[in-house]
């Protein structure tokens, strides 16, 4: 029995997604939310852009068992904490001002909702293991997993963003 239970956690290790965050380096334990992605070009742009210095965290990361969206996010969020539309010419946006109370960013994202504990503990209660999505960076999307317990990942040691990510990706095909 205890091979089989050695086996099953060493598969556990072995399917666990690599996935990145970029920003600055973390002092202590980090605080969630955080925000990962497996595309490791965007997560050090994003640490290029943002990080002081410009820091590349890379993590195992546990598969979600039942990954909310972010419809489930917007969801848990309504009981929770107050909205209001807002017309912004061509579209109308949702904001969340509490966000701001909790983060640097202005409450336009829903995924931001997850800076706020009370709508991680509601997704938690409603079964959900983490988030999973894709998030908008500029004007484009990148997928994203959100887990909701820091026993989710497991970190490896950091790097430092020594050069814009972009810049080496069309060196590379100019070659």
Known sequence: MINIIAFEQAWDVAKAPTVYHGGSPWGSEPELPIFFTDDKIEAEGYAWSRGEPPTLQTADLTPFKKPATVDDVIEASRELVDSYKDDWGDFEVEIWPEIEEHSPYDGTNPYDLLYIPR????????????????????????????????????????????????????????S
């Open 119 to 174: 709508i991680r503990e509601a997704l938690k209660a409603k079964g959900f293991d983490g988030v999973k999505g894709w998030d908008v960076v500029s004007n484009y999307e990148i997928p994203v997993f959100i887990p909701l317990d820091t026993s989710q990942f497991t970190l490896r040691e950091p790097s430092e963003v020594t050069s814009s990510p972009y810049e080496r990706k069309y060196e590379e095909t100019d």
